[in-house]
């Protein structure tokens, strides 16, 4: 049923293209479709709808108005409903309103109300939000993290219970992981708080409707985390975080206090992103942070030693190199830094090269799935639980003075070794070569003592 609504929304959303600038283009499909959400859900208490902003107000009446009509209602959903204030687009009265129209009837056919509704919308949510990304590409990465990333982030990270937070929180995909995550262990919603905060004006607006399908009571501000701290004094238990990669254009203050491991330089933000999700941390607090590959093994002065500072703090738990073609936004190949303030193996830090990872989709796209997700968690919580074994060629434990034997640089290949070859069947190729040498040797014995038998016969033959 879900897969075919979305496959039916998509195309209708399609009415809009042409008559509505690319960039907003996600803003009215997607908030129309959160207007019928909560009108629907209105007489199950999810949201208060005011008399005449019902989904039948707006699509009775002059078919020349129907902007009109969205806009007044979208306007007294939020009055209402002050968690959505400032949230919802007003943006529809100048648009085409034949086509618009033609939307609105669409969308009209699609019932979201009570739970079940609720989870299909949330479906069809993150659809839209994945489908919306590809089709911007470069732009799209800056609201949207591929699933299966988020995903692994999430299951090595566990964040059962506790405060959540992402400083530049896109769309909300992490929050919303992280919600799947305590839901299938049986946890309760309320067993997490999230804390967030977008300098993208229209990206917040996203996060703030993406929470409230899911029915996430998250604190999500709209800032710039370098510019103004959002949530000064907050001590998170997790932080989930995907930046924009080598941000050359920030705001950098040299005396910020956050830069408790060298000031970043002001070309490039990745430090300045981990400098302020580490400070972010609680005193049992861990972190998952997608960043390019450059901060692995960058030469760059002030890099190198906020690098270092931080490995021989012993706050980096372990470092993942990921499989390429998984953002369909950069080229850039990506990695994942996790730090973690309670770290149970002191100084030593668990390296993951997840290169040879994943399955493609498409031509252009890869994704990790299940099973690479669980190994690759797996490998993680077997060594914080101190049953890890190093598996050459993908994981390895190295102590502080073999990274610093490697002047610092975190780029897993580098310790990780190379891959035991292996057979189709997965039998190790040197231990294949030792049986089959044994099998040999046995078989040659073995015709050297029938050569004997037949020349013996032979000789008692001929007398």
């Excluded at 400032?86 to 129209?101: A, E, N, S, W």
């Excluded at 219970?161 to 995550?181: L, N």
């Excluded at 309320?190 to 993208?200: K, L, M, R, T, W």
Aim: proline share 5%.
């Amino acid at each position: 049923m879900t897969a075919e609504l979305t496959e039916v929304l998509w195309k209708a959303a399609g009415k809009l293209r042409g008559s509505v600038d690319a960039a907003q283009y996600k803003d009215f499909v997607l908030g129309l479709v959160f207007l019928k959400y909560v009108s629907d859900s209105a007489d199950s208490g999810a949201f208060r709808v005011p008399d005449g902003a019902r989904w039948a107000d707006v699509a009775a009446g002059d078919p020349d108005a129907v902007g009109v009509r969205v806009d007044a209602a979208m306007d007294a959903v939020m009055r209402a409903n002050p968690s959505l204030g400032g949230v919802l687009p007003l943006i529809f009265r100048d648009v085409d309103q034949r086509r618009l129209g033609e939307l609105v009837a669409l969308i009209g056919a699609a019932r979201f109300g009570g739970r079940t509704g609720r989870d299909i919308l949330g479906e069809v949510y993150e659809y839209f939000l994945e489908k919306f990304a590809r089709a911007e590409g470069k732009r799209g990465g800056e609201f949207y993290t591929p699933p299966s990333v988020v995903k692994l982030l999430v299951e090595i990270l566990r964040p059962f219970k506790g405060r959540v937070y992402d400083p530049c929180c896109g769309s909300g995909g992490m929050f919303v992981q992280a919600e799947k995550f305590v839901r299938s262990h049986r946890g309760r919603l309320d067993d997490i708080a999230v804390h967030g905060q977008e300098a993208n004006e229209r990206t917040w607006r996203l996060a703030r409707m993406n929470l409230a399908v899911h029915e996430i009571a998250g604190d999500i501000r709209r800032a710039d985390a370098f510019h103004a701290d959002a949530h000064p004094g907050l001590e998170a238990d997790f932080v989930l975080a995907n930046p924009p990669f080598n941000m050359a254009d920030w705001y950098r203050d040299p005396a910020d206090p956050r830069w408790s491991f060298g000031v970043p330089p002001a070309g490039n933000a990745n430090f300045a992103w981990m400098q302020h999700i580490v400070a972010k941390l609680g005193p049992r607090g861990a972190a998952g942070v997608v960043m390019a590959n450059g901060s692995m093994s960058s030469r760059q002065s002030a890099e190198r030693r906020i690098r270092a500072a931080m490995v021989d703090a012993d706050l980096v738990s372990c470092m993942v190199a990921l499989p390429g073609q998984l953002f369909r936004s950069t080229q850039i190949p990506a990695c994942l830094w996790f730090f973690d303030r309670d770290k149970r193996v002191r100084d030593e830090v668990l390296f993951i090269d997840a290169r040879g990872m994943g399955t493609m989709v498409d031509r252009t796209e890869r994704v990790l799935t299940d099973a690479d997700i669980a190994r690759i968690a797996g490998a993680y919580h077997s060594w914080r639980d101190r049953s890890h074994s190093d598996v050459p060629g993908f994981c390895h434990s190295a102590g502080l003075d073999e990274i610093r034997a490697n002047d610092h640089v975190l780029t897993p290949g580098r310790y990780v070794g190379a891959a035991v070859p292996r057979t189709a069947d997965g039998e190790p190729v040197a231990d294949r070569i030792e049986r089959l040498t044994k099998e040999l040797f046995a078989q040659l014995d073995e015709s050297e003592r029938l050569d004997q038998v037949v020349r013996d016969e032979l000789r008692r033959l001929n007398g």
